[in-house]
């Protein structure tokens, strides 16, 4: 599934866009990166398409043989970021053996500043899956957060196991992945079609050959289990929590499962556990649609949109896309890469897609589009791309995508089995988005060759005996469609839903003031919301 960390609008230290890559991204997305969940029993769904089973609570009592790692003392050092500490945490690399060796997680913090009584540690979580918490909170969390909440609040992140510095998956190199990103997932032909299904094989048996040891225990279920044992670590009797996008995945997975030990929780940008990852990617698949129609909408208000002018509708607006698209299927333009990169249809697609996420990058978007739709330059465009995938001017990317790919696909059983059941599902892609429905579906792919089978299943959270969790939806998402959140607020048994009617992907801290002082009202001093509160 396409679900990338969310944008950031507060100042931020290095201002780069996180998210999952397309054909990976597509990967998290569409192709493997199914938005995932995981359940602890095996789920059942009746005959009107309900998942009946919830995932189950843990016990309340932590067994004796976790109790070296509950009982562990951080070290902390500096981290050579002013202001931030860091320190590594030990978890069980198989919760099921708990004695078979250990996975070494990164940890970062950033003291409260005030001298009011402090309310404990604030974990946050940009989403991703694959998404580095602790570069967000460096970047951004740590220093952009309201400042009543640093004051109150000792700031800190975990990257999950398997991501950035938590002994992360590795598959591709850059060069490899510069191909990877480069395949054409709108395939005209048999030729095209095998390319795709060659592509996404490769890349799941290089995550195999190269993270073996890891790929059967990076679950949603296992990072939210770590998450406990950082509580109990940092002291803290509940935990309080702010996770975003795919974090609202792993804050709603850790509640199921210690509904008892949850303090305040907000989950922005919710995802929801009950659906399978076809249905997952076809629901996001329209969410982009959503967002490229507001998109269209107010391009056509300005005159330097190039995909046309007053009058001009929605739909218009995506034909001439689509046909720009496809000038560039046939002949990719320059793009003044270092590497010598050409701008064609896959990488420009991902540019716009990326670009759906914050209706602050339309005017960006707009000049990019210009300068390749017009003067056959598409620098603009791979660099929206480029930032989406974490690519570096040198060729480096992170390990976003592998981890994305390696969490989702442990997570979901596939979205589709083989190339032929994505040909007999395109329809309903290209219903759900006529701009983006082929490309998605065909991106949904990767986790029929995943080397490792998946271990979740789609399952309802309830988390009964939790305190009140906030679940934030915003009527446009594109990432994590509206209906996701009402979905999850439905199934918690002490949710709030608090409605952003707006565009882009989540809604803390990117200008609704009603928003923001829902949420921080929330973490400082507990009161929920009211309920079916909506703010613009």
């Known amino acids: 599934m396409h679900t990338r960390p969310a944008p950031r609008s507060r100042p931020t ?45 843990l016990p309340r009592s932590t067994p004796s043989a976790f109790a070296s790692y509950y009982d562990q003392q951080l070290r902390w050092r500096d981290c050579g970021v002013p202001g931030f500490q860091c320190a590594t945490m030990k978890a069980p690399l198989d919760y099921a053996k708990p004695d078979a060796g ?35 909170l460096q970047d951004y969390a740590g220093l952009g957060y309201p400042a009543q909440i640093r004051a109150r609040y000792d700031m800190v992140a975990m990257d999950p196991r398997g991501v950035a510095r938590s002994e992360p998956v590795e598959c591709l190199d850059g060069r490899q992945m510069d191909t990877y990103t480069q395949t054409d997932l709108t395939p005209d032909d048999r030729q095209e079609r095998n390319a795709v299904v060659a592509a996404q094989r490769k890349f799941a048996e290089s995550c195999g050959t190269h993270s073996a040891r890891l790929l059967r225990h990076v679950s949603t279920v296992e990072a939210a289990r770590d998450m406990d044992i950082l509580r109990a670590v940092l002291g803290d009797r509940k935990l309080n929590y702010v996770g975003a996008s795919y974090g609202t995945l792993l804050g709603a997975t850790y509640a199921g499962l210690f509904p008892e030990r949850v303090g305040r929780m907000v989950l ?77 249809e896959a990488l420009a697609t991902n540019g716009v897609i990326a670009s759906m996420y914050d209706e602050g990058s339309w005017e960006a978007l707009r000049e990019a589009l210009t300068s390749a739709m017009k003067e056959h330059d598409g620098s603009g465009l791979l660099s929206l791309s480029d930032s989406y995938y974490e690519r570096d001017p040198s ?43 082929s490309g998605l579906a065909w991106a949904s792919l990767n986790c029929a060759f995943w080397p490792v089978r998946a271990t979740g299943e789609p399952h309802r959270i309830e988390a009964k005996g939790a305190a009140p969790i906030v679940v934030v939806g915003t009527v446009r998402d594109p990432a994590t469609p509206y209906r996701w959140a009402r979905s999850l607020a439905g199934q918690l048994s002490s949710a709030r839903l608090l409605t952003y009617d707006g565009d882009g992907h989540t809604a803390y801290g990117r200008g609704s003031a009603c928003i923001d002082t829902a949420i921080d009202t929330y973490l400082l001093r507990g009161t929920p919301p009211t309920a079916g509160k909506r703010c613009s």
């Open 102 to 136: 250990a996975v070494r997680l990164a940890v970062a913090r950033k003291k409260a500043t005030g001298k009011s009584r402090p309310l404990g540690s604030l974990l946050v979580n940009p989403g991703g899956p694959g998404g580095s918490a602790v570069g967000y």
């Open 13 to 57: 230290r290095v201002p780069r866009a996180r998210t999952t890559g397309r054909l990976t991204a597509t990967l998290l997305t569409a192709t493997a990166l199914l938005v995932s969940a995981c359940s602890s029993g095996t789920s059942t769904t009746s005959a009107g398409g309900t998942v009946e089973a919830a995932l189950a609570a």
């Open 395 to 437: 060729g480096h990317y992170s390990n976003l995508m592998m981890a994305n790919a390696a969490v989702n696909c442990l997570d979901l059983p596939p979205a589709f089995n083989g190339a032929e059941a994505v040909e007999k599902g395109l329809p309903a892609f290209q219903k759900a988005s006529p701009v983006f429905g």
């Open 268 to 344: 922005d940008g919710a995802m929801d556990p009950s659906l399978d990852a076809r249905r997952l990617n076809q629901d996001q698949t329209a969410g982009f649609e959503t967002a490229f129609r507001a998109f269209a909408e107010d391009c056509v208000r300005h005159t330097d949109c190039p995909l046309g002018g007053k009058g001009t509708t929605p739909a218009q607006v995506g034909d001439h896309l689509q046909a720009f698209f496809r000038k560039l299927d046939a002949h990719p333009v320059p793009a003044g890469d270092a590497s010598g990169r050409r701008l064609g």
